[in-house]
């Protein structure tokens, strides 16, 4: 079973982030934590997104109109890595070892 914490927690665990701004970001959908909307409860990878929003915001001055479409093309690329992985371990389980090498050379000169 995840682990999981409460917004105070979060907010000192991710220093520089106030709980009116985590409950903004909260509102606006960029991060979604589980529990009851009074009472959010973030787990492991709600932690790593809120820290992602933070340095995007803090750190990179991402601005809040902009920040939705990064959010977006940083969860397509992560959502594509992991299909990739998926299909990956498809192939080394049902794939020639022929065929593996094959691939494997052209992704190497790609």
Do not use: K, N, Y
């Not at 079973?1 to 909260?26: F, P, T, Y």
């Not at 009074?38 to 809120?50: C, G, K």
């Not at 340095?55 to 902009?66: F, M």
């Amino acid at each position: 079973m995840e682990q999981v914490i409460g917004i105070a927690s979060v907010c000192r665990s991710v220093g520089g982030v106030a709980e009116q701004e985590l409950s903004v970001w909260i509102a606006r959908e960029w991060v979604r934590p589980g529990g009851a909307p009074e009472q959010p409860e973030f787990s492991p990878r709600d932690l790593a997104r809120v820290r992602l929003i933070a340095e995007l915001t803090h750190d990179l001055r991402i601005d809040e109109q902009a920040l939705p479409v990064v959010l977006s093309l940083l969860d397509q690329l992560h959502a594509e890595r992991a299909r990739l992985r998926s299909l990956r371990d498809a192939l080394r389980e049902t794939a020639p070892p022929d065929l593996l090498a094959l691939i494997e050379q052209s992704l190497h000169r790609a």
